[in-house]
């Protein structure tokens, strides 16, 4: 099993820059894909980012393309998501999730995360000023 712990949300002001980490434990990091996700009041769970086990496929949600970077050091069993330019239209509970994947480079995207069986309990980013 994988433990996940989200850290680094918090109050920003429109146009300021968060990086939420994912540290993992309880497994193997390097042999998980991840995923962020976020949910706010009122509507459902979405899909923010994802990348593969090695780092090198990616996926953004075209509300988030050009504005967060997701990226992983293995070494150190955690995950990012670096947050620029934000918008109070990002204000959510942040989800990193993570799944089993060793037989392949493969990055997992669906909207919902129906894909990820290991979630963590989520951080606040509230933008506002």
């Known amino acids: 099993q994988v433990q996940l712990v989200e850290s680094g949300g918090g109050l920003v002001q429109p146009g300021g820059s968060l990086r939420l980490s994912c540290p993992a434990s309880?497994?193997?990091?390097?042999?998980?894909?991840m995923g962020w996700f976020r949910q706010a009041p009122g509507k459902e769970r979405e899909i923010v980012a994802a990348i593969s086990w090695s780092g090198e496929r990616t996926y953004y949600a075209d509300s988030v393309k050009g504005r967060f970077t997701i990226s992983r050091d293995n070494a150190k069993n955690t995950g990012y998501l670096q947050m620029n330019s934000l918008k109070p239209e990002d204000t959510a509970v942040y989800y990193c999730?993570?799944?089993?994947?060793?037989?392949?480079?493969?990055?997992?995207?669906?909207?919902?995360?129906?894909?990820?069986?290991?979630w963590g309990q989520g951080t606040q980013v509230t933008v506002s000023s």
């Open positions: 309880g497994s193997i990091f390097s042999i998980y894909a």
């Open positions: 999730a993570a799944r089993w994947a060793a037989y392949s480079d493969t990055v997992y995207y669906s909207t919902s995360g129906g894909e990820y069986a290991y």
